[in-house]
């Protein structure tokens, strides 16, 4: 076991996994330049192509290769335009006797990358065809967890593997499994939560850019590519390989999870990595290019689904935000004030920020609804929000760090949000939510907590493990802190034309 000194995951975080310059076995992958000359090669080539490494380097590869397979993989190559693109060709005959290959290729610098797999099942089945009714069912779905359930049911009977998982980050990003299917002798992880540290952030940077990984085996020998550098003296640069081999502390992990073979698919939303589909197996899988590729696509059209699902969501909650400004503004025109409208205004809060109590001071008097702080304490808060930027929101689940000692230990109140809507002198209203003891069941012991010793390794069990954080409010969501925002402005212009109104009226 290896103890360091530095925080295990920064350690983690510097493993440079595109650069690491090895295949996995099943596949092989080559490096040609311009002129179709092969500069690199993986040392397998001869068990996926049956050609030995050390020939081909330095060979044309239209020596090797079928006249029509270079035809097809040329006019394929030049239809890439750079980027993060590449392109496939499934079942191609390459030297013309019969053996059936799928081809990946991409552009990396000046040279292409090109990765074959021996065809296992040509034409078996057509597997673009099942993915049209899955996603009619996920059409019907209505909620996130629905969504996600059907697609973990259909990559469960599409692919063998014998668990399934839909796994979403939060803001932290650590990750929740929110939907899952599992064959009977597996252990289930639904509702399980798992640390950020188990994707470090140069992997979940990959993962943006190229969608799907497998492993088809964790135990099976990759294979080094030879030489490791191209010819301009730079490691090959693995980042969007099909076949790049994965890192082995990732092997591990999955070792200690009793998984043999993996593998993963990013879902996306807005460019940003919203969770993936995570599948195990306790036996060695491969699944064929042509069926990951439509797996790919299914998860891309999944993502789409998602998307337009939440933004509907945000945008509900955004209409009600607005509406929320032209009955305050109605309210305020009617009469209503801080102070004496204090219940009426939690109400209309209520239709789009869930809190517990509220509280401001109004010409130096404190007034309250529902859970607040005693004066005192809302003195103390007052003080501490003095010192925070006045012009926009601030928002805490853990009034405890954010402001230590600025409420009673048992005061049972944990989160806030202020909406500061007067500099000169300060004002603000805030929002209280009440402590909920939260158990957060991790799957396994995160590695850090209460363990003295940190270790860089991936813990040893995924046993569930629970944790209960005390002193936490529910967090505010980002449609929250989004209709937060609205109601502060609205404030501000209500609080403003008072002003002018009293001002006028003194005149
Ligand atoms: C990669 N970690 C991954 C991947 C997943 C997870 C899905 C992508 C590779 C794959 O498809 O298997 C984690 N797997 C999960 C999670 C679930 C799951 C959260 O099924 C939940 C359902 N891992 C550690 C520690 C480190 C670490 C301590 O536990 C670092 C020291 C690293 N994880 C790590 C690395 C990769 C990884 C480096 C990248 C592997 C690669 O692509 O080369």
Redesign the pocket.
């Known amino acids: 076991m290896l103890r360091i000194e530095n925080d295990?995951?920064d350690?983690?975080a510097s493993?440079q996994?595109q650069f690491m310059g090895r295949v996995q076995s099943y596949g092989c992958l080559l490096v040609i330049n311009n002129s179709w000359i092969v500069q690199n090669a993986s040392e397998n080539t001869y068990d996926i192509l049956g050609l030995k490494a050390e020939g081909l380097i330095g060979m044309r590869l239209i020596e090797q290769l079928s006249p029509e397979a270079m035809h097809t993989l040329r006019g394929k190559v030049q239809t890439l335009s750079g980027g993060d693109e590449s392109v496939r060709v499934f079942g191609v005959d390459l030297f013309n006797d019969g053996r059936r290959f799928d081809a990946a290729m991409h552009r990396s610098g000046l040279n292409y990358l090109l990765e074959f797999e021996r065809k296992s099942n040509p034409a078996q089945r057509d597997d673009l065809s099942l993915v049209e009714p899955l996603m009619a069912k996920v059409r019907a779905a209505d909620s996130v967890e629905e969504m996600c359930k059907i697609a973990a049911r259909g990559l469960w009977a599409l692919t063998g593997f014998s668990r399934v998982?839909a796994?979403r980050f939060e803001a932290d990003h650590s990750?929740r499994?929110i939907a899952e299917m599992a064959s009977a002798n597996m252990d289930r992880?639904l509702g399980l939560a798992?640390p950020a540290?188990?994707?470090?952030p140069q992997?979940r940077a990959?993962?943006k850019r190229n969608l799907l990984?497998i492993?088809p085996d964790i135990t099976a020998p990759s294979s080094p590519i030879r030489p490791a550098c191209d010819p301009q003296g730079q490691p090959v640069d693995l980042s969007m390989a099909v076949t790049?081999a994965?890192?082995p502390?990732?092997i591990e992990?999955?070792a200690n999870m009793g998984v043999r073979a993996?593998?993963?698919v990013s879902i996306m939303r807005n460019g940003e990595l919203w969770g993936?589909m995570?599948c195990?197996h306790p036996q060695p899988l491969y699944i064929d290019y042509e069926t990951r590729s439509a797996i790919e696509l299914f998860i891309q059209l999944l993502s789409y689904e998602l998307t337009i699902h939440e933004d509907r969501l945000e945008r509900e909650h955004a209409e009600k935000a607005n509406a929320l400004h032209d009955r305050l503004v109605m309210l305020f025109e009617a009469g209503l004030d801080f102070t004496t409208g204090l219940n009426a205004l939690s109400q209309e809060i209520a239709t789009v920020v869930e809190f517990d109590g509220i509280a401001l001071r109004n010409n130096d008097r404190y007034h309250h609804d529902g859970l607040a702080p005693s004066e005192e304490e809302f003195r103390r808060i007052e003080t501490q929000l003095s010192a925070m930027p006045a012009g926009r929101l601030i928002t805490s689940s853990r009034i405890d760090s954010l402001m230590p000692g600025a409420l009673d230990p048992d005061s049972g109140i944990a989160g806030l949000m202020a909406l500061p809507i007067r500099r000169h002198p300060r004002q603000a209203v805030v929002l209280f939510r009440r402590e909920v003891t939260q158990n957060v069941v991790w799957?396994g012991k995160p590695?850090g907590k209460d363990d003295p010793e940190k270790r860089?390794?991936?813990?040893q069990s995924f046993q569930a493990w629970q944790e209960t954080v005390r002193r936490t409010s529910a967090e505010w969501s980002a449609g929250e802190k989004r209709a937060g925002e609205v109601l502060r402005v609205t404030l501000l212009e209500l609080i403003l034309k008072i002003a002018s109104d009293s001002s006028r009226a003194g005149r």
């Open positions: 295990p995951l350690i983690c493993e996994i998982m796994y990750g499994v992880y798992f540290g188990d994707i470090p992997a990959l993962y990984r492993i790049r994965v890192s502390i990732h992990y999955l993996s593998m993963s993936m995570a195990h799957a590695a860089i390794s991936p813990r």
